[in-house]
Each structure stands twice: as structure tokens, then as C-alpha cells.
């Protein structure tokens, strides 16, 4: 029991620590979505050209999406004309570049993860466009073009389709403020809210287990600890593969990754590990319903490749500029509760999430929370005013 109680309070520990930022995070992807329509994202991605791909991962890191609704997402731009690469750009960028993440990041690890998530994800993009240039075939993509369109479901499908934007005419802020407009971030803040909460959930969860109760001896072995060389090489390898079978994803594997790297995996294995959160078993099974057995496995192969030589390219290049902080600093948070910024932080974001969840419930919410799991034929969730 003690043992149990000991996981439980860092799990608690932890939570207290990112809540203010979390809730900034997803904030600011909704104020963003509430004005930006899913069908001007379509429109901007026909083609894989460098130009092309920088705007998806822009738009994606705008777009700030689980990782389950951003593969569904990302099927549904794909079907609607976006090109598959540039689809692929998208989901990659609405999960692992986005600013919740950077600040958790920030908060638990340091702010070198924060620039090295900003720095590989691009890096991650770039080396995929190139292997998908290089060895992704017309006819698999017109195969998986039509088992696409087949619908098979995947998981968060309706939270994926809703298209929350104000439709109003006028600025960026007159939108932003207008009644609607209002309506719109306070659904899509609680909608991305309720698509990740599971995971986070989850991930906590396991973070805090492993945390209390596996040895730091077994990490400082497995991770090869005391072979620089050795872990330097090993970390970019692995921590895809420790990703996929966590089945943790988005940002509930950030409290995990504190975890490794306080165990001594490489600063390369930290950034290839959370960016594996598309790479999960769960995920790997909607890639089999979505395009097929054979692009899944392909997906597989291509995206491990990526996220191992992005690793690498942080990893070398962050140690030759002495970016890297040293793993001795790295603490897992045990204070709780405790009069601090933190806890000011955390009372002030409370009260704006609580006034944004009054908004949602007031205006069509309960509805909403009921479709998205449903079908990939769902079109809009209402953000009207009411």
C-alpha cells in the first residue's frame, strides 16, 4: 500500500506542476482554431514542396490536436485533396510542435527540450518528406487513397471532422471577440481537453509507477550509462520503441520521458521518444484501418527512420554547442502543493478553464462531447452562440 500511495502522490506531484500550462497551451490552440477553418488547411496543401510542407507544420502546430485526432485529422485533409506527405507534415507538427508540449517541456525538463522539440520536429519533417519522395510509390498512394476512402473508424473521428470555426467576416480579434467567437474557443479548449485527458490520465499514471518503483540501477544499465559513446548511439534507437510500447501518446508521455531521462537515457533518446508518440501500438492499428497493411507498415518504417535521425542530428549537434543540461539536475516533482508561482498559476488558469467550460455547457456542449467518437462523415459541432 505504501508503495501505491508513494506512485500516486508524484503522479499528483506532477499533475500540479504542468496544470497552468496545459491549460495556457490548449488556450492559445483554441484561440487560433476558432477563427481558422479546416477548409482553407485543405486548400494549402496540394503539393509536397518545401514551402508546402513548412506551412502544414505551421498550420499543425496551430492546430493542436491528440494524437488520435490528429491521424484522424490527418486522413480527412488526405480524402479532401491535401497531399499525403503534406497530411503527414500536419499530424506530425499538431502533436509534437505545438506550445503546450514546449512549455510542459520547459517546466519539467528544461528549456533546451523545449528548443530541441522546436529544432528536431522540423528536422523530423524534412528527413520524412525525403524518404517519402524517394520510396513512396504513385500506386500505394492511390491504394491507400481507397481504403481511406472506404471510412473505416479509427478513434476521436468526430472530434477530428468538427470544423469549430467562427464563420463571421471581419479582423482576427473582432472574431476572436465576438459572441461567437467566444463560443468557438470555449468549445474546441474542452473538446482538445476530453481527446487527451485519457492519455495524460495514463501517463501520469505510468510515470508516477515507474518513477516509485523501478530501481534507477535497471535505467542507468539499460540506457548504458557510464558509455558515453554507447548511450549517445543507443538513446535515438530505443526510445521509439520504449514510445510504442508504453501506449502512451501526445503530451501524456512527457511525464514518462522525465522518467527516462532522470534514468539516463540520451538527450537524442528524450526528443526520438516523445516524438514516437505517432508510432504508438493503438496508432500503428488505425494506419492498418485507414490506408492498409501495406502504408502502415510503411508509415512504420519511414517515420522510425525520421525520428532515429532526427535524434541524432539533436543529440550531436545540441552536445557540440553545450546545450545539454546535466542529467544529475534532472528531479521528478514531489512538492505538492505549496504557495509558490505555481500554485498562483494554477488557481488563476483554473478559473479561466472553469469560465470556458461554463460557456461550453451552455451552449450545445453535452451534444458535442457525444459525437466525438462517432462517425468520420461528421462534418461541423456547432460553435454557435446561443
Known amino acids: 500500500m505504501h508503495a501505491v500511495l508513494h506512485a500516486l502522490s508524484l503522479t499528483g506531484s506532477m499533475t500540479w506542476e504542468i496544470t497552468w500550462a496545459l491549460i495556457l497551451g490548449f488556450a492559445l490552440s483554441a484561440v487560433v482554431q476558432a477563427v481558422v477553418r479546416k477548409s482553407t488547411v485543405v486548400a494549402l496543401l496540394g503539393d509536397d514542396r518545401?514551402?508546402?510542407?513548412?506551412?502544414?507544420?505551421?498550420?499543425?502546430?496551430?492546430?493542436?490536436?491528440?494524437?488520435?485526432?490528429?491521424?484522424?485529422?490527418?486522413?480527412?485533409?488526405?480524402?479532401?485533396?491535401?497531399?499525403?506527405?503534406?497530411?503527414?507534415?500536419?499530424?506530425?507538427?499538431?502533436?509534437?510542435?505545438?506550445?503546450?508540449?514546449?512549455?510542459?517541456?520547459?517546466?519539467?525538463?528544461?528549456?533546451?527540450?523545449?528548443?530541441?522539440?522546436?529544432a528536431g520536429g522540423p528536422i523530423m519533417i524534412m528527413v520524412l518528406a525525403v524518404l517519402l519522395r524517394l520510396f513512396l510509390h504513385p500506386g500505394l498512394v492511390r491504394t491507400a487513397r481507397a481504403q481511406a476512402a472506404r471510412g473505416l473508424a479509427g478513434s476521436m473521428e468526430g472530434h477530428a471532422a468538427m470544423d469549430m470555426s467562427v464563420r463571421r467576416p471581419g479582423s482576427f480579434v473582432r472574431r476572436l471577440l465576438s459572441p461567437e467567437g467566444v463560443t468557438a474557443t470555449a468549445h474546441v479548449f474542452v473538446m482538445e481537453w476530453a481527446a487527451i485527458l485519457r492519455d495524460l490520465v495514463v501517463g501520469l499514471l505510468i510515470a508516477g509507477a515507474i518513477a516509485a518503483w523501478v530501481p534507477d540501477a535497471f535505467w542507468r544499465s539499460f540506457f548504458f550509462e557510464g558509455h558515453p559513446l554507447a548511450a549517445k548511439l543507443w538513446g535515438p534507437v530505443i526510445g521509439p520503441l520504449v514510445a510504442m510500447a508504453s501506449f502512451v501518446c501526445s503530451i501524456g508521455n512527457v511525464p514518462l520521458a522525465v522518467v527516462l531521462w532522470k534514468g539516463g537515457i540520451s538527450f537524442g533518446g528524450v526528443v526520438a521518444f516523445i516524438f514516437a508518440d505517432l508510432l504508438i501500438l493503438p496508432i500503428l492499428t488505425i494506419y492498418r484501418r485507414y490506408y492498409g497493411g501495406r502504408m502502415a507498415l510503411f508509415l512504420l518504417g519511414t517515420f522510425y527512420a525520421a525520428i532515429v535521425v532526427a535524434g541524432y542530428v539533436v543529440e550531436f549537434v545540441f552536445g557540440g554547442l553545450g546545450l545539454i543540461p546535466d542529467q544529475a539536475h534532472a528531479r521528478i516533482p514531489r512538492e505538492g502543493v505549496a504557495w509558490n508561482y505555481t500554485t498562483w498559476l494554477n488557481l488563476a488558469f483554473l478559473v479561466l478553464a472553469a469560465a470556458l467550460l461554463v460557456r461550453f455547457f451552455r451552449t450545445g456542449g453535452r451534444q458535442m462531447l457525444r459525437m466525438m467518437g462517432g462517425a468520420p462523415s461528421l462534418s461541423r459541432g456547432g460553435a454557435e452562440d446561443s
Do not use: H
Open 50 to 118: 518545401p514551402r508546402t510542407l513548412a506551412l502544414a507544420a505551421g498550420l499543425g502546430a496551430a492546430s493542436s490536436s491528440c494524437s488520435y485526432a490528429a491521424v484522424a485529422l490527418a486522413r480527412s485533409l488526405f480524402l479532401k485533396g491535401a497531399d499525403f506527405t503534406a497530411a503527414m507534415a500536419f499530424e506530425i507538427a499538431s502533436t509534437n510542435l505545438v506550445v503546450e508540449l514546449g512549455i510542459i517541456l520547459a517546466l519539467l525538463m528544461g528549456w533546451q527540450f523545449t528548443l530541441a522539440e522546436f
